[in-house]
DNA sequence: AACTAACCGAGACGGTACGTCTCGTCTTATG
DNA sequence: CATAAGACGAGACGTACCGTCTCGGTTAGTT
């Protein structure tokens, strides 16, 4: 929490960007949203905290989305899925791995990147893609499934993924992150119930 | 949505609230979020588009929220929940009407009541208590479900009902409303299928 | 200034104007000039603390101004002039009365009459009356000062009297109504020696 | 006054305060307060015809108040005083000058200005030092009487000179500004008659 | 070694919207 | 018909941010 202090200024390191403004300008943008909570955050308020020029925000993130977008990825960690060979106990560990996650504070981030999604066309763009990507990720929990037989072979993977997804960003967006493990359980079990072969 | 220009002014009707400005402002939101979008949508303008003081507005609706929820509850019909007896055809009609309702219009203005929800808490509350009712509504389809012995009894029907409103919600909020009635018929297979006692 | 609080409300008294009605609204707008200055003066305000309607005001006072004229005209004495048979005496007395009444509150009321004179046409020209008629009184002073052999009779009397008053005003305007009585004298001996006959 | 018209916009031009905005600014607000009186003068109606942002305007004239006094001060004349060796004519000219040069536009200025500081008290502090200060220029003619002795050694020059002002005031304050040459020269005579010694 | 080019901070600028205040008008319900 | 109440259209208040612009200073690469 200490303020250095001893940098005093950030200067030009010549006709490239500088990467501890960049750094310094995501961290202020990132503890705004977090400390201070949504309404507080604005590229002013950023480069204020940041100690940076405005010029120098809209050089590298022309609309609040990147930078939204910037500091969401920045946090991301690498891989969330598991494979533990069993399909329930997979979509237990997602759910409650990407909810636990959304509760440290990057949940604050990716509430804000859905709410701008829908102002701005540029934003809903990337959020769209993004939201496919994850889909073909977590989809591969449900071919694996498939694959080993677990589920049956026409059930829709990308749509199953979707429906974890949906119900995640339904409680990120109902301020209802307080999903224990028992209740992931549960969704997982209602979930892969139906999509298994009549034999299990 | 026929502009009179008649009326030329409204002005006080003594020490109560008038209706027709309630109206003629409600009209004016609605229309600025359909026609011109959100970032066309202010306070400022609903006054200029109804032709209306901005106290008048704030009098009435003390937050954007809340003029946004008035919005909506406006224009919902009364009920889109079928009862045909058999639960797969109950779902699917209700994600198709759901949807083809939110793609008329509907759908602009519960998505920018989502974003508000995202920066104001008082708008949150009352998504949240508008997200558990509906949740007790819908739930209410798989609640006959059970009772008709389609589904195993310990399914958790709010849960379900959940389920299908987040993927509703998932659908709007990345506008991919493109959702015809076999998807619709999928999702609705998917679902239940998995909920179903093993001898059906 | 003890608010009685046992009426509760003023009712109507028929198709006449209630009296009682008229001294709330004058105290109001007094009490609100006085004990919380001139930025808080307003018709709404003075309505509220008065427990009285908008348009009752407007009713009985068109304007800001004409309140103003009444609030300082209720609270005028009767005659402040002096006749001791000495100019510089009467003189003396008539500037010190007047300060001396204008540091009791009255001043505050007057200063702002002369304000909203500059920016309405109706007030000022009720002030210019006004100051027109004081200026007829105080030349009295003189008249009697010329009868008596005091001054010359070439003296024209009510400019003479316009130079108390408009010391007077000046030092009103500019807040300094800190004027003792040897002050007063001295004004009195500077104004009246040059009037004198060379004989006295 | 002539309107360019040419510029289409005004710019920043860095971080610093753009002179060209400054006088817009200030011509917009005399021309306002001279062409349409008082009551448009708003800092929303300056703005809108300097083509300004309000804030703009705030920034540098934090109160009403400010942007009154730079307009005035910026159309003062240097000096009104004359100095022919006659105090009877030095004071004519004065008082000549003075109505002639309020007659010219500026008195509609110094008039709100007078009003304002009724209201506000920063104003007022602003107004008391100028008035102090004309005091002492003023005051210096009376000086140059008495050490030619013209006048009586124990005249007060500040006291005199704040009767010439103050008469100048009250003709501005109740709009009598219809004062010509010879009414001017009888100011003159009464006032510095009784300041004579006895010999003169 | 001088020059160019881009970066950086700072902050002014024209705007728009915010949420609040007062204005003066209107209508009602009560007496 | 007077009154208290308060809604209404209008618009000004002073503030916050928006996104753009120019400045002066910095540092690296290119001549």
Known sequence: MSEPEIDERRRSIGARRNPATQEAILDAAEALLIEEGP??????????RARAGKPTIYRWWPSRGTLLLDIYHRQKP???????????????????????YWRGGAGQVFRQIVAEAQRDEATAEKLREYAAQRRRQTGALFERGIARGEIAPDTDPFLAAEMLSALAWHRLLTDRLDLNRPEAARIARQVVRGLQTREN
């Open 39 to 48: 309404t507080a955050f604005s590229i002013e308020a950023v480069a204020r």
């Open 78 to 100: 690498a891989v969330i899925h598991a494979d533990t060979g069993d399909l329930k106990e997979d979509v237990t560990l997602f759910i409650e791995r990407l909810i636990g």
